[in-house]
């Protein structure tokens, strides 16, 4: 897990020196999950990757769980980011459906290779299970938070809990980026798209879309 440490334990740094190092042991470990796997990604590695020494891994980070859960938010970040709706869909609930689902399929499909790695270890590593569920949770609570305005603008069924339905929702459209970029599956993403804003619409009860 990560030689014993003797010193304190790291902080953010505060140069732009600093920041540029530990940007670079992220990338480097990144790029090392998606091209080489779990077996390549060890301090030594990262650090001679990203073209540092190996005592400054340690300076940037606790172990190699502690990169990993530093790139796993990153990659967190990066997937809700991108498939965050414009302002202007706001009045148009159905658009934004559809906007949401087509950036999360193409969110995933830029972080799936390190998602599918932790999502290989969930199952004997409780810490990696985690992290998944706090990746996941952010999106349960914008599609919870989304389907509750929509109640309270009688645009939806009242009588569905949010949490569960984004929950059950969401699954759906991360299954899907699974078969498509996972399992490649060919189909095409705008009809696979269009297919689930229909089934999410109709499962909420919308009252308006096409």
């Known amino acids: ?3 014993s440490r003797t010193n304190p334990a790291p902080t953010a740094p505060a140069t732009a020196r600093g920041r540029r190092t530990r940007d670079a042991l992220l990338g480097a470990g990144r790029e090392l ?6 077996a390549a990604f060890t301090p030594e590695q990262v650090a001679q990757a990203a073209g540092v020494s190996y005592g400054t891994f340690y300076t940037y980070f606790e172990s190699k769980d502690d990169l990993l859960r530093a790139i796993v938010r990153a990659v967190a970040e990066e997937m809700f980011t991108e498939s965050l709706v414009a302002p202007d869909t706001a009045d148009e609930p159905y658009v934004r459906i559809v906007e949401s689902n087509r950036g999360y399929l193409r969110a995933w499909r830029n ?3 390190v998602l599918r790695l932790v999502e290989q270890g969930a199952d004997s590593d409780d810490a990696l299970r985690r992290m998944l569920l706090e990746v996941r949770e952010r999106y349960v609570h914008r599609g919870a938070e989304g389907l509750r305005r929509l109640q309270e603008a009688g645009l939806a ?13 969401g699954a759906m ?13 060919p189909l095409d993403e705008d009809e696979v798209v269009n297919h689930m804003s229909r089934l999410w619409a109709s499962a909420i009860g919308l009252r308006e879309h096409p």
Request: charged content about 30%.
């Open 1 to 3: 897990m990560g030689r």
């Open 33 to 38: 999950l998606e091209t080489r796997g779990w």
């Open 173 to 185: 459209v991360e299954q899907m980026a699974h078969v498509i970029y996972s399992l490649r599956e």
């Open 111 to 113: 972080a799936s290779r």
């Open 157 to 169: 069924d009242r009588d569905l809990d949010p949490r569960l339905t984004a929950i059950v929702l």
